[in-house]
C-alpha cells in the first residue's frame, strides 16, 4: 500500500493560484497513477487531474483545463497539482489518490483508486 500525504489547501480570492502538493511512500508498480479528486459540500467526489508514473501522460476534466497543471518530482516523491486562475466553483475538499486505472479511458474515476490522502480544503471566495 502506498502512504500518501496532502498538503498546501488553504483560503483565496478569485483569479488567484494555489498549489497543492501530495507526497507519497511505499511501492509502486507500472501502470501506477496519482490523481487529484475534490469534494464539495453536498456533492459527489469528482476527478480532477490524474499523471501516469509509466509514461507521464496527464489528464484533466474538462473545467479544469488550462488552469490546473499536475506535475510529478520525482526526486521528492511528489505530486503537484498548479491551480491557477481559480473560481469559487472550486471550492472544495481536494483528495489525492493512487493506484492503477484500467486504461486512459477510466484515470479520472474513482473506483480506479486504491489509495487515498486524508483531503485538504481550497477554499476561493473574495
Known amino acids: 500500500q502506498v502512504h500518501l500525504v496532502e498538503s498546501g489547501g488553504g483560503l483565496v480570492q478569485p483569479g488567484e493560484s494555489l498549489k497543492l502538493s501530495c507526497a507519497y511512500s511505499?511501492?509502486?508498480?507500472?501502470?501506477?497513477?496519482i490523481a487529484w479528486f475534490r469534494q464539495a459540500p453536498g456533492k459527489g467526489r469528482e476527478g480532477v487531474s490524474a499523471?501516469?508514473?509509466?509514461?507521464?501522460?496527464?489528464y484533466y476534466r474538462n473545467t479544469v483545463k488550462g488552469r490546473f497543471t499536475i506535475s510529478r518530482d520525482n526526486a521528492k516523491f511528489t505530486v503537484h497539482l498548479q491551480m491557477n486562475n481559480l473560481k469559487p466553483e472550486d471550492t472544495s475538499i481536494y483528495y489525492c489518490?493512487?493506484?492503477?486505472?484500467?486504461?486512459?479511458?477510466?484515470?479520472?474515476?474513482?473506483?480506479?483508486?486504491?489509495?487515498w490522502g486524508q483531503g485538504s480544503q481550497v477554499t476561493v471566495s473574495s
Open positions: 489518490a493512487g493506484g492503477y486505472p484500467s486504461g486512459a479511458y477510466s484515470a479520472l474515476w474513482e473506483a480506479e483508486y486504491e489509495d
Open positions: 511505499g511501492k509502486t508498480l507500472d501502470p501506477y497513477f
Open positions: 499523471i501516469s508514473f509509466a509514461d507521464g501522460n496527464t
